[in-house]
C-alpha cells in the first residue's frame, strides 16, 4: 500500500474529519445544574475533569457566568444558561433589552461553548411576585423573536422551568391537574412549546415528598429501589419510582388542559437531586440516600428508560447539583445537594459505570470564535482534585490516542509532499 492509500485508508477509518467521529450516547441525557451561589468554589476552569468523571454531557446554568463560559468552550458540553427572574420585567416590556442580553450572553460564546437553551426566570409561576408571572410569557416570545432576529432560533431554544406546584393534583398520575388559576398561563406556554420545539421543564424532588410523609411514601420507592410499586387504577400502569410517576402526572395535565398540539411537547426534569446532609428533622438526608437516589437515577437515563405514560421518550434529567453551595438560605439540606464538595472531592461515591461519550467529553477543539477560551476546556486534573469514577483515565487515554494518530497522519502528509 502507497504511502498516500494508507493515508486515505486512514483518514476514512477514523471518520473522515478530526477529532474521531463521535456517537451520540446516553450519557447525552445526563446533565447537572451548575450553581454559584456560594464562597469556596473553584475556579471553573477546575471543572472539566469533574464533569468528565461523571459522564456529564450537559450543564445548566442559572445565569450566564462569563467565567464558567469561557473555561468550558470547546468541550462539546452543550448548555442551558439562564436569564435571571429580576431582568423578566425588562424583557417583556423592552424588545432592545432582549437582543442585547441574547448578544451578549449567548450570541458572543458561539460557536466554541455550545448554548443550546435560555430558561427564562426559574420556577416563576409559584413565586410570590405575581408581576414576574405576568411577564413571563411576553418575555419568552420578545427572546424567541430575538433569536430570530440574530438566525439562532433554529440552534437555540427558549423555554423556562417549572416547580411541580404548578399541579393541583398529582396522584395517581393520570389525575394529574394544572392549578386552575395558573391554567390559561401554562396553555399559553404550551402552545409556544409547540409552536418552537422547545420542551417543557419542571424540577421534580421526591426527596421533599418524602421529607413530608416518611410514614406513607416509602423510602425506597422515592431511591429507585426495588419496591412493589404503585398502581395506577385508572391506566393500569405501575410505577416503581415517584420521579417517573411525577413527570407523568404533568404528561396528563397537559393532555387534560385540552391543546391537542402541546400533546407533542417533551416534559424534561430541569432539576432533581437528593440532599447528603440537613437539619434534625430532615428526614433521609443522608449520603447513602443520595448516592443511591442520584446513582439510581443516571443508571436509568443512561439506559434510555421512559416512562410508563411515555415509553418511548427517554427521561432527560438535570441533577442538582455539582456543588455544594454553602450561601444557599433555608433548610441545611439546601446546602448539601452537591455530589462534590468544594474542594473537588466526592460528597459520596456512586455506583454507575460511567460509559464515556467522546462526543461531550472532548468536543471539538478546533472550533473558533464566541466567547470562549480554546485551551481552557484541555485542564489537565489538578492533583488535588479527584474524580467520582474511573472514567478520567479512559477519557486521557482517547486524547492520547488522538493526538498519536493526529502526529501519524502529519508525518504520512508530509511524506507525500515530498514524493
Known amino acids: 500500500m502507497s504511502a498516500i492509500n494508507f493515508f486515505f485508508f486512514l483518514f476514512f477509518f477514523l471518520g473522515g474529519h478530526f477529532p474521531f467521529r463521535s456517537s451520540s450516547t446516553s450519557t447525552s441525557l445526563v446533565g447537572i445544574n451548575y450553581g454559584l451561589v456560594a464562597d469556596n468554589l473553584p475556579s471553573p476552569s477546575s471543572v472539566p475533569p469533574l464533569l468528565r468523571s461523571l459522564g456529564v454531557g450537559r450543564i445548566r446554568l442559572y445565569d450566564a457566568d462569563p467565567n464558567v463560559l469561557r473555561s468550558l468552550a470547546n468541550t462539546g458540553i452543550e448548555f442551558v444558561v439562564g436569564l435571571p427572574d429580576r431582568c423578566i420585567l425588562k424583557a417583556a416590556s423592552d424588545p432592545s ?49 430575538a433569536l430570530v432576529s440574530l438566525n439562532l432560533d433554529r440552534q437555540v431554544a427558549i423555554t423556562t422551568a417549572h416547580s411541580v406546584a404548578i399541579l393541583s393534583s398529582s396522584y395517581p398520575p393520570s389525575a394529574g391537574r394544572f392549578r386552575p388559576d395558573l391554567l390559561p398561563l401554562l396553555c399559553a406556554l404550551l402552545s409556544f412549546h409547540a409552536r418552537t420545539g422547545s420542551p417543557f ?24 429501589q426495588p419496591n412493589d410499586g404503585v398502581l395506577d387504577p385508572t391506566t393500569g400502569l405501575r410505577y416503581d419510582n415517584m420521579l417517573f410517576a411525577q413527570i407523568d402526572a404533568v404528561y396528563a395535565a397537559m393532555k387534560a388542559a385540552g391543546s391537542a398540539a402541546a400533546r407533542g411537547v417533551e416534559v424534561r426534569v430541569s432539576e432533581t437531586g437528593w440532599p447528603s446532609g440537613g437539619d434534625p428533622d430532615e428526614v433521609g438526608a443522608t449520603p447513602e440516600n443520595a448516592a443511591k437516589y442520584n446513582g439510581n437515577l443516571m443508571k436509568l437515563v443512561m439506559a434510555n428508560k421512559g416512562t410508563p405514560m411515555a415509553p418511548k421518550t427517554p427521561v432527560r434529567v438535570y441533577v442538582f447539583a455539582l456543588f455544594n453551595e454553602n450561601m444557599k438560605p433555608g433548610p441545611a439540606s439546601e446546602r448539601n445537594y452537591g455530589l462534590f464538595k468544594p474542594d473537588g472531592t466526592p460528597t459520596y461515591k456512586l455506583d454507575v459505570d460511567f460509559a464515556q461519550d467522546n462526543s461531550t467529553a472532548s468536543g471539538s477543539a478546533g472550533s473558533s470564535g464566541g466567547g470562549g477560551d480554546s485551551s481552557a476546556g484541555n485542564s489537565t486534573t489538578d492533583p488535588d482534585y479527584y474524580s467520582i469514577s474511573a472514567a478520567v483515565p479512559v477519557w ?23 514524493m
Not at 110 to 125: D, M, Q, R, S, W
Not at 136 to 144: G, N, Q, V, W
Not at 401 to 411: D, F, H, N, Q, S
Open 201 to 224: 421543564l419542571i424540577n421534580a424532588y421526591p426527596f421533599f415528598a418524602y421529607k413530608s410523609d416518611p410514614k406513607r411514601i416509602s423510602l425506597d420507592y422515592a431511591l429507585f
Open 97 to 145: 433589552f432582549s437582543l442585547t442580553w441574547l448578544k451578549s450572553n449567548v450570541q458572543s460564546y458561539l460557536p466554541a461553548t455550545k448554548i443550546v437553551a435560555v430558561t427564562v426566570g426559574n420556577e416563576v409561576l409559584t413565586n410570590n411576585d405575581t408581576s414576574y408571572a405576568r411577564s413571563l410569557l411576553p418575555a419568552i416570545d420578545s427572546l424567541h423573536s
Open 396 to 418: 486521557e487515554w482517547q486524547k492520547r490516542a488522538e493526538t498519536l494518530v493526529r502526529m501519524g497522519v502529519l508525518l504520512l502528509f508530509t511524506c507525500c509532499c515530498l
